[in-house]
């Protein structure tokens, strides 16, 4: 079964700083998913990916499949962006989630 | 386009009742799952279906949760009886299709056993 781990578990930074989570899987996956949980919020899919690279607004994922590795930027953070990220690998026995990696970004 | 609706939002009961929570996926989502969520922890699968068939209940506590997906499109949870560790956030997602499909989630339903 896949594993997945993702550092930092938390993460405090002041606004404007540039925020990188990183996602490690075990195990080949046909796609990694980045997820978004709010406060009291439900969750949110910020991005799916298999190959290469996706950028949506201020954020930016990337996945090295070799490495089995995924990475996701925050390029100019904001207060707004401080919540939960979740990422998820996607194998053919399912969903393996990280426990998460809680931001919180300071104006 | 509506959205993943899960209801009820917040339930509280006492240890030893049941509960049940509802769920109705995106229009044409094949792929329906359960999680659990416990505060300061990533979610947990409970149970995944596809169609009205489950594909992995390996997780599921058989003993005191149970789940169906009639005619494949709505699901509902139940949990009898609830234990003080059942308290968590339940959350119900779809997708078009299994593991590549991009993911989407209710608001959630928090459950609280006293």
């Known amino acids: 079964k896949n594993e997945v781990e993702q550092s930092p578990q938390n993460l405090t930074a002041q606004e404007g700083e540039f925020i990188t989570i990183n996602c490690s899987y075990s195990?080949?996956?046909?796609?990694l998913h980045w997820l978004q949980q709010h406060p009291g919020g439900g969750i949110v899919s910020l991005f799916m990916?298999?190959?290469g690279k996706k950028k949506h607004g201020r954020l930016i994922a990337t996945i090295n499949i070799q490495e089995k590795h995924s990475s996701l930027h925050i390029t100019a953070s904001h207060p707004r962006d401080s919540a939960v990220y979740i990422c998820a690998a996607g194998a053919a026995d399912g969903l393996t989630f990280g426990k998460g990696t809680h931001l919180i970004i300071q104006p | 386009e509506a959205g993943v609706a899960q209801s009820p939002r917040y339930k509280i009961i006492e240890k030893r009742q049941s509960v049940a929570f509802w769920c109705n996926p995106i229009s044409g989502h094949a792929t329906l799952y359960w999680y659990q969520q416990i505060l300061g922890q990533g979610p947990k699968l409970l149970i995944q279906?596809?169609?009205?068939?489950?594909?992995?209940d390996s997780q599921l506590p058989k003993d005191r949760f149970s789940a169906e997906r009639l005619k494949g499109v709505d699901s509902t949870l139940k949990i009898q009886p609830a234990k003080l560790e059942d308290s968590a956030v339940y959350l119900c997602a779809s997708s078009l299709v299994t593991s590549t499909g991009e993911l989407f989630f209710g608001e959630g339903s928090r459950l609280t056993v006293l």
């Open positions: 279906f596809q169609n009205n068939g489950v594909v992995d």
């Open positions: 195990v080949g996956i046909s796609a």
């Open positions: 990916l298999s190959s």
